[in-house]
């Protein structure tokens, strides 16, 4: 994986991307430092956990990622169609790779995670554990139940940690997180323009470093890279490469954008955990905090367990429509069926707009390259030549 990728007409390479590659690469040992200065580290698994509420503890949030090339430890205590991603994950917190963590939270978003949550936990004894429930629905009633678990959430974070938190060290959290929402937004703003500042696969980069460390350091590395961009002036030059939307399950391998981005493609938006759907919707900060959490979580860019459906839909069409996207690539990991039952609705809707989409099966580890390649040249060329 290299940093400079050099897209014909413009060289690409920045030096705060190159900080957040490194960042996620050694968040092992940056974990460990942060511990060392008295931070409890808290593991979540899913972007529907409230983040705020781990940080307004003093708590430091972590999201549980994959990362081992195999998974046999995994493999010998879950059933065979889990889902590559939860596997890899449990993989590495038997392997010990997550053993600086003082606690787990998860939701039930998919039963995947559900059970992931339940072999962890027993397999992995860990000094603080929660699961929080979220509504598929946005009601006020559903509203007012999440935010009772979120209070359920808080009273046992405080009991853990020994530390009150109280509203205004809600109100700050919230502010330092909807900081990293507006400078997200900001980059994502820019992506719109005929010459992007960055890849797909720097996006990537720069998302999943926000997600393991403290976002007021995340922040200032943010804004170093909006800063970075004023200063190049240029951004990348299209030349011919067609503008793409990639949608679909969790995605942490920037391998896989850079793939699509060196047949041809640029990535310009996307629907992906690890991406729009992590930081796009603001929190209240007038509203009382765990009230305005709980709405802006459940009303969030929604994932596939969310109803109705034609929500999703919506969001998604406007998105491809607002980033003028010549195709969708849209990725599924084997098994994950929230992911793959909604794809005939999305297709459809996309195409009702006249956006074409590739559907692309995949495990978590990225491989089968050469097969995946073909695939999306073949995309590529179905797309340039009905516009001839
Ligand atoms: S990739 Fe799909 S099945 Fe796996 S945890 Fe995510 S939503 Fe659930």
Redesign the pocket.
């Known amino acids: 994986m290299t940093t400079t990728n050099t897209i014909k007409g413009a060289d690409v390479s920045m030096t705060t991307i190159k900080k957040f590659e490194d960042t996620f690469t050694q968040r092992d040992m940056l974990a460990r430092k942060w511990k060392q200065e008295g931070r409890a580290l808290m593991g979540w698994v899913c972007t529907y956990v409230p983040e705020e509420i781990i940080y307004a503890a003093g708590a430091l949030p972590i999201r549980v990622l994959g990362g081992a090339q195999e998974t046999p430890l995994a493999d010998a205590t879950l059933y065979s169609n889990a889902?590559s991603?939860?596997r890899n994950c449990l993989e590495m917190g038997l392997d010990k790779r997550y053993d600086s963590l003082d606690g787990l939270v998860s939701v039930n978003?998919?039963d995947?995670?559900r059970r992931f949550f339940d072999v962890w936990t027993y397999h992995i004894p860990m000094p603080f554990k929660i699961i929080l429930s979220v509504p598929t629905k946005v009601t006020e009633n559903t509203i007012r139940f999440f935010t009772q678990e979120l209070s359920r959430f808080r009273h046992s974070l405080e009991e853990f940690t020994g530390n009150r938190i109280t509203i205004d060290s809600l109100r700050s959290a919230i502010g330092t997180y909807n900081r990293t929402r507006i400078l997200l937004g900001k980059l994502y703003e820019k992506k719109k323009s005929l010459n992007p500042p960055l890849t797909g696969t720097q996006t990537l980069h720069t998302i999943l470093a926000g997600m393991v460390m403290p976002k007021d350091q995340y922040n200032v590395l943010l804004e170093e890279l909006l800063q970075e961009i004023e200063t190049k002036g240029s951004g990348i030059s299209q030349d011919g490469k067609l503008r793409l939307m990639v949608c679909g399950?969790?995605l942490e391998h920037p391998e896989f954008l850079e793939l699509i981005e060196q047949s041809g493609g640029l990535v310009v938006a996307d629907d992906l955990c690890n991406g729009a759907r992590y930081f796009w919707g603001m929190v209240d900060p007038e509203e009382e905090p765990l009230n305005a959490l709980a709405r802006r979580y459940l009303s969030r860019f929604p994932?596939p367990r969310m109803h109705p459906l034609e929500s999703r839909v919506q969001y998604i069409v406007q998105m491809a429509q607002d980033f003028a996207v010549d195709g969708v690539i849209y990725e599924v990991?084997k098994?994950?069926?929230?992911?793959a039952n909604t794809y005939p609705l999305i297709k459809k809707g996309l195409q009702e707009v006249g956006v074409p989409v590739l559907k692309l099966e995949r495990e978590y580890l990225f491989s089968a390259t050469g097969q995946l390649k073909t695939r999306i040249q073949a995309f590529f060329e179905n797309i340039s030549s009905a516009r001839i």
């Open positions: 889902c991603f939860i978003t998919c995947h995670i399950s969790e994932c990991i098994f994950c069926d929230l992911h």
